[in-house]
């Protein structure tokens, strides 16, 4: 019974493709988050949904785009990849905003 | 706006030892404060939380953490530590409004049989 789900768990791509990552929670949470965990292990919040909402929008650039379907489900869309956007990418859910946020096991993406 | 500072980026400990990690938080309300472990190549844990109350919170895995606002720090302790604690230790500071977890840089825990 996984909580948080992510998919796929490492991604290999070009510079310049466009690419997903999908996330998937089974806990009934209202609100969902992306990090992005660098080589130094930084972890940095990116965005965050509340009920397919978004309420949190970190100064990410624009080819970054979230897409939250529904309530379990909070995707990824990266366009034009570079190769600093290598990284761990997190997706987390809490049961809303004031509660705890639980993570899925990361989605290693490389830009080559 | 919130910040958070891990002062130690490696620890070694030896198995059986105890374990004290630091963190020290600046936040301007009362804060939400939160341990996380990350083993390798896996997602992050929650060890712990402090919302309010008494300042001594207990976690998973054996581990405890003490909020002290006169100190701005809510460091994680641990008193026999075992090889499989070797991790990477995350202390993480939420706002109010919106959750907007802000992580300290980490502290790598290795340790020797």
């Known amino acids: 019974d996984t909580a948080v789900s992510q998919t796929p768990k490492y991604l290999v791509t070009q510079m310049g493709n466009d690419k997903s990552i999908k996330c998937e929670q089974n806990?009934?949470?209202?609100?969902m988050y992306w990090y992005k965990q660098d080589s130094k292990k930084f972890l940095k919040i990116m965005f965050s949904?509340?009920?397919?909402?978004?309420?949190i929008n970190e100064t990410v650039p624009n080819r970054f785009s979230p897409k939250s379907p529904d309530k379990a489900h909070l995707n990824l869309h990266i366009n034009s990849l570079e190769l600093g956007d290598s990284a761990v990418y997190f997706c987390?859910?809490?049961?809303?905003?004031?509660?705890?946020?639980?993570f899925g096991p990361g989605t290693r993406l490389t830009v080559t | 706006a919130q910040s958070v500072t891990q002062p130690d980026i490696h620890i070694t400990v030896s198995e059986g030892a105890s374990l004290e990690l630091r963190c020290n938080y600046s936040?301007?309300?009362?804060?939400?404060l939160f341990w996380y472990v990350q083993s390798p190549g896996q997602g992050l844990q929650l060890l712990l939380k402090?919302?309010?109350?008494?300042?001594l919170v207990q976690g998973i895995k054996g581990f405890e953490a003490e909020f002290k606002r006169s100190q701005s720090s809510f460091n994680l302790r641990k008193p026999s530590v075992h090889w499989s604690d070797a991790a990477e230790y995350f202390c993480?500071?939420?706002?109010?409004?919106?959750?907007?977890?802000?992580f300290g840089g980490g502290t790598r825990v290795l340790v020797k049989p």
């Open positions: 949904y509340n009920n397919k909402e978004l309420i």
């Open positions: 806990l009934g949470h209202d609100t």
């Open positions: 993480a500071v939420g706002a109010a409004a919106g959750n907007k977890l802000t």
């Open positions: 402090y919302f309010s109350g008494d300042t």
């Open positions: 987390a859910s809490s049961p809303d905003y004031r509660y705890e946020q639980y």
């Open positions: 936040y301007g309300a009362t804060p939400y």
